[in-house]
């Protein structure tokens, strides 16, 4: 059973940057298709970002583009989040997730359905 655990989470301004990790335990980390979800008090959990298993496919949801880049190292069964410019609604428990199946591509990541593995989450909150 593979384990996720988040980490990088903090308080900062509206404007700073924060890093997010993942570290995967077993040895199957670079066969599967991962990705980034949160979830905002109130609110469903969301899509955030996905990337494909060598790292050369990204999906954004669309009020993250141009702000967070999902990127992941094999070597070290790692997955991370840069987030920028980051706002009040950006605040939010952050998961990190792993495809359901190895043909589970990052678009079907899109989906709560697309995930196997969730992380405990990392809280994130971005203050005005």
């Known amino acids: 059973q593979v384990q996720l655990v988040e980490s990088g989470g903090g308080l900062v301004q509206a404007g700073d940057s924060l890093r997010l990790s993942c570290a995967a335990s077993?040895?199957?980390?670079?066969?599967?298709?991962m990705g980034w979800f949160r979830q905002a008090p109130g609110k469903e959990r969301e899509f955030v970002a996905s990337i494909s298993t060598s790292g050369s496919i990204t999906y954004y949801v669309d009020s993250v583009k141009g702000r967070f880049t999902i990127s992941r190292a094999n070597a070290n069964k790692s997955l991370y989040l840069q987030m920028n410019s980051l706002k009040p609604e950006d605040t939010a428990v952050y998961y990190c997730a792993k495809a359901r199946t190895i043909n589970t591509s990052p678009q079907d990541m899109s989906g709560a359905s697309g995930v196997g593995s969730w992380g405990q989450g990392t809280q994130v909150t971005v203050s005005s």
């Open positions: 077993g040895r199957t980390f670079s066969f599967y298709a």
